[in-house]
């Protein structure tokens, strides 16, 4: 058996609360599956930290970090200190270091969870996001025009390489899975970028003739999502298009409190870094009532990731159970402590390693 070594980043706000029982939960599984084993390192990196040394991290922090076999943070954010600075000092230069250019975000609807949707079930898809060009690139800028009046330009920058490999992990993940792939687009208007996206994402797909492959405009696509969610596998998106995509699908499956990511390295070069898509929620910090699913299915990814398919599984299992038997935080309508959650997860992913035993 390997031991696996994980970097535990809590960060600020519920960040350490929901933290807390994914730890919890990776412990009782070493100390129940005696194929697991797990070494966690936690850092204490996050904006009080910034605030006493005036850096977010270590001159060598990233370095601390590389050796890792995964990172599991939680969130990071608070009035004391510029958002700019935790993105840009701490969240941005990991995912660029480790060139985590593949954001993952199931979009899968739990039982027991409710929806907007008039008939959400079996609602499973994954949302591939470009992670590392596209939209979100610091070529612009503010200037003037002729007449001297004040302007904003935005370049997007897609590179063939940049396009091909998420798209080339998407289809790998697709056939593993045995999933149609659809391509977020826009190239029906002038925009150069996406017409050379579509032409990348088209070559690739040679490569995989059995994956069928469909082409949607974003704006219908967006539509599309709540008419037909049912139909997607894989939904490869732009790093722009992604990051409206999966905010939608998160809504569309119980929201903010439950949904997980990950920030992968798929070369393996790198660790790649788990974390729930929500933030340091300071308005319910302190109060012991977030819930900690979005946290602990992260840390479910951080498994599969680690080649542990099975143990990501009954996570969601134990997740989906807890569920069915009543347990609701706040943001779900319900008065459970994020404590009471926790246990309750841990009680059920117990009970399944028991069963496992025997
Ligand atoms: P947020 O996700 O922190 O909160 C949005 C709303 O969702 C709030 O009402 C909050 O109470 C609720 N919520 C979020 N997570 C919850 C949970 N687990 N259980 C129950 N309710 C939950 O977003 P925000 O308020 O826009 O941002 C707050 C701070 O977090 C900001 O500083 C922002 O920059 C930061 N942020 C960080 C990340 C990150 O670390 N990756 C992501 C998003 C926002
Ligand atoms: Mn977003």
Redesign the pocket.
């Known amino acids: 058996k390997e031991t696996a070594s994980i970097a535990i980043l809590p960060?600020d706000?519920?960040g350490p609360e929901?933290m807390n029982e994914a730890v919890l939960l990776l412990q009782e599984i070493e100390d129940y599956d005696r194929t697991f084993s797990c070494e966690m390192n936690e850092f204490p990196w996050n904006s009080a930290y910034y605030l006493e040394h005036g850096r977010m991290m270590p001159a060598d922090g990233l370095a601390q970090l590389r050796s890792f076999d995964a990172i599991l943070?939680g969130?990071?954010?608070?009035s004391s200190v510029p958002?700019e600075v935790?993105?840009w000092d701490f969240?941005m230069p990991i995912r660029k270091q480790f060139q985590q250019y593949i954001n993952f975000r199931p979009v899968k609807k739990l039982e027991g969870i409710r929806s907007p949707l008039a008939e959400s079930e079996d609602v499973d898809f994954v949302i591939i996001r470009e992670n590392a060009e596209g939209e979100y690139s610091n070529s612009g800028g503010r200037l003037y025009d002729h007449t001297n009046e004040a302007m904003a330009i935005q370049n997007t920058i897609m590179t063939e390489k940049g396009i091909r490999r998420a798209a080339d992990f998407a289809f790998q993940y697709a056939k593993e899975h045995g999933l149609p792939v659809t391509s977020a687009t826009k190239s029906n208007a002038v925009i150069h970028s996406m017409k050379f996206w579509d032409e990348v994402v088209q070559k690739t797909a040679e490569a995989f003739p059995e994956i069928a492959l469909e082409k949607i405009y974003v704006d219908a696509l967006a539509a599309y999502f709540v008419q037909r969610p049912q139909s997607f596998g894989v939904v490869l998106a732009s790093n722009l298009f992604g990051d409206i995509l999966s905010d939608l699908g998160s809504a569309l499956v119980g929201g903010?409190?439950i949904s997980p990511s990950g920030n992968l390295n798929p070369s393996g070069d790198y660790p790649s870094m788990f974390?729930?898509?929500?933030?340091?929620?300071?308005?319910?910090a302190g109060q012991g009532?977030?819930?900690?699913i979005?946290q602990i299915w992260s840390a479910a990814l951080m498994l599969d990731h680690l080649g542990r398919k099975d143990l990501h599984d009954m996570v969601v299992t134990a997740i989906e159970k807890t569920l069915a038997e009543g347990y609701r935080?706040?943001?779900l309508g319900g008065e459970h402590s994020t404590k009471e959650m926790g246990e309750a997860i841990r009680a059920n992913v117990r009970k399944q390693l028991q069963e496992v035993a025997v």
């Open positions: 960060g706000g519920i929901v943070f969130a990071m954010g608070d958002d935790t993105v969240i903010l409190g974390e729930p898509v929500h933030g340091s929620a300071p308005d319910i009532i977030a819930n900690p979005a935080t706040k943001d």
